[in-house]
């Protein structure tokens, strides 16, 4: 079992493959993973994708150089 703690399959370098990918994780052997949010449109698509994909979890964050898309300082 391999528990992978951070990720960052939202990004957009996954958009032509994301499902193959995540799907591919089980033949490796990954059986959960937490994907990690940076921002607020990270976060956004983090939950959609926690929705999505039973194995994912996700870890809420905003590093401050995003602080001002979601209104912060």
Sequence with gaps: MI???HS???DKQF???RAVVLESLKDAGVTQVVNVSASWKDLMDTLELISK????????GIILIFR??????
């Design 3 to 5: 528990f992978d703690t």
């Design 15 to 17: 958009d032509a493959d």
């Design 53 to 60: 994909v039973p194995f994912m979890y996700g870890a809420a």
């Design 8 to 10: 960052h399959y939202n």
């Design 68 to 73: 001002e898309e979601c209104g912060m300082f």
